[in-house]
């Protein structure tokens, strides 16, 4: 995910819930939800989750190109999903973040257990769609496994600050930033993942501790 994408997903969420009343009419039944996962959950993305340009309205899931979906795991979909949604919130593509976003929750939701960048995306996706309680116990979630998790650390802020509660949000931060050198160090799969995001957490938690 760019850095860009990643400032455009913070600001939805720091929009709150004023639009969270449209989200009732998104949940869809278990069984409907998964066909429409694999309908739609065609190849956005590289198999190492990395999201490129998005393709052009007229390509679809044929030819060469496409996935077998067979293949696919539960996960795979999701991340599929993840993806997509971002690319559609990085563009303002309101019509596609409001068409995939539902699906792209259901879809982690039934990948569970998910690890902790899983868990970061389901958060990510909850913030998105304003269900910000959902995005911190998510975040919260990686946590109380990883206490140090960089994108747990970050998530939880974010999430904190959707909610109007700027204290926690700031000590979350700061834990983002005091622990910053030695889990970078760990170079888990994750962070390298996020790449890109990195330095815009450390933005958002500088700007945040900086007003202590």
């Known amino acids: 995910m760019s850095a860009g994408q990643a400032e455009v997903v913070q600001g939805t969420a720091a929009q709150g819930k004023a639009g969270s009343g449209a989200n009732i009419g998104w949940w869809m039944s278990g069984a409907l939800m998964v066909g ?82 899983g868990t970061f995306h389901l958060s990510m996706l909850h913030l998105t769609a304003t269900l910000d309680e959902e995005g911190l116990a998510d975040a919260e979630a990686i946590l109380e496994e990883l206490p140090d998790h960089l994108l747990g650390l970050a998530a939880a802020g974010d999430a904190s600050l959707a909610l109007g509660d700027t204290a926690s949000a700031r000590v979350y931060f700061t834990r983002w930033l005091d622990v910053y050198d030695v889990e970078i160090a760990r170079d888990v799969p994750e962070y390298r993942d996020h790449t890109q995001m ?15």
């Open 36 to 117: 429409l996962i694999l309908l739609i959950a065609y190849p956005v993305i590289s198999p190492d989750r990395q999201v490129p340009t998005p393709p052009p309205a007229s390509s679809g899931a044929t030819g060469a190109a496409a996935v077998d979906l067979s293949s696919m795991t539960p996960r795979e979909a999701a991340d599929r999903l993840f993806n997509r949604v971002m690319t559609a919130v990085s563009t303002n593509d309101s019509t596609e973040v409001v068409s995939f976003l539902p699906m792209a929750i259901r879809a982690y939701e039934l990948a569970e257990p998910l690890d902790a960048d």
């Open 198 to 212: 990195i330095p815009g957490m450390r933005t958002r938690a500088e700007a945040l501790v900086g007003n202590d």
